[in-house]
């Protein structure tokens, strides 16, 4: 998702609860319409998306959960109900294509797969390009794992998990091959949502469906791939993701939907964790954007979330 869209969507999601909760339901065409009108709006400027980032939990999360700020090392966020840890922690993502930061639908997306499950989560507000290109949110994501590791944090039972939504999850898959690699324990399993895994745009499948997708432009999405690559190779696993070796990798859940751009590199993926014989459970939501589950006032987002916790569940 690009800067600018990230908060055209967020405005345009603004729009679709606000029908929502004055008429009790709302078909998904609606709210297609409304997105999609959104497309052609003028584009806001940087400064104006970064201003709409919601770096701190916002009230509606903060009046239903312990929210409690921490810094490990070069990493810091925020835990939603740390109390819980010992029954599982979700370490979340955010999408925002690499350059802007958590959105409040984000933040209520993960507050409530936290109270779902009964587990904590951990929000990570990690730097972002252009002022800081790869590999450091990869770093601070890193570090932060290291530091809970170090801590005994991970070593629950219950076990800790990688939810990452658009960028965020391919930052997720980034951060699996980097703990891989090192031979260090990997998470029990992964959540990756409508994840954005080639920076590069390379797939050939894009321009049957780029009309389509009312999120994203490929034109903007491959200058915010530039932007977070800096001077590196834009095909590094690390930064595209889809070219990498899963070998090793946990049980993953991927969602992604019909009309957006990222579906071909979701399938893609797909076909490579079946041919590694890794466990995977894959949906494709016909007729919805990117990034539909975070919409959780959508019908089919509130079942990808029941998908999601019946993934971490083992049900």
């Not at 008429?23 to 959104?38: E, F, M, V, W």
């Not at 979700?90 to 993960?110: C, D, F, N, V």
């Not at 779902?116 to 800081?132: F, T």
């Not at 965020?168 to 090192?182: E, I, M, Q, V």
């Amino acid at each position: 998702m690009t800067p600018a869209k990230a908060s055209l969507f967020t405005l345009a999601l603004g729009l679709i609860i606000l029908l929502i909760s004055s008429c009790g339901a709302i078909k998904t065409r609606i709210a297609r319409h409304i997105l999609l009108n959104q497309r052609d709006t003028p584009l806001p400027s940087r400064e104006q998306v970064m201003k709409d980032n919601v770096l701190d939990p916002p009230k509606s999360v903060r009046n239903n959960n312990t929210c409690e700020k921490f810094q490990y090392g070069i990493a810091q966020g925020y835990w939603i109900n740390k109390s819980r840890s010992a029954k599982g922690i979700l370490i979340y993502l955010h999408g925002g294509s690499y350059t802007i930061g958590i959105k409040e639908i984000q933040w209520k997306y993960i507050a409530r797969m936290a109270d779902k499950l009964q587990m904590s989560a951990m929000v990570i507000n990690y730097s972002l390009a252009p002022e800081h290109p790869y590999p450091t949110a990869l770093n601070e994501v890193l570090a932060l794992i290291a530091a809970l590791r170090s801590e005994g944090m991970l070593s629950t039972t219950a076990g800790w998990y990688l939810i990452g939504d658009s960028a965020g999850g391919g930052l997720a898959l980034a951060t699996a091959f980097s703990l891989r690699d090192k031979k260090e324990p990997l998470p029990n399993k992964m959540i990756l949502i409508s994840p954005w895994l080639d920076i590069t745009l390379s797939n050939p499948g894009i321009e049957l469906v780029k009309a389509q997708d009312v999120m994203n432009r490929p034109d903007q999405a491959i200058a915010n791939g530039k932007s977070y690559a800096g001077t590196h190779d834009r095909t590094d696993p690390h930064l595209s993701p889809i070219f990498g070796n899963i070998t090793g990798l946990p049980p993953v859940l991927i969602q992604t939907a019909t009309e957006e751009m990222g579906i071909w590199d979701s399938r893609k993926l797909a076909q490579m964790y079946l041919d590694a014989h890794i466990p995977i459970t894959y949906h494709e939501e016909p007729g919805v954007f990117h990034d539909y589950p975070i919409a959780t006032t959508l019908p089919q987002a509130k079942e990808a979330q029941r998908q999601e916790v019946r993934f971490i569940q083992g049900l």
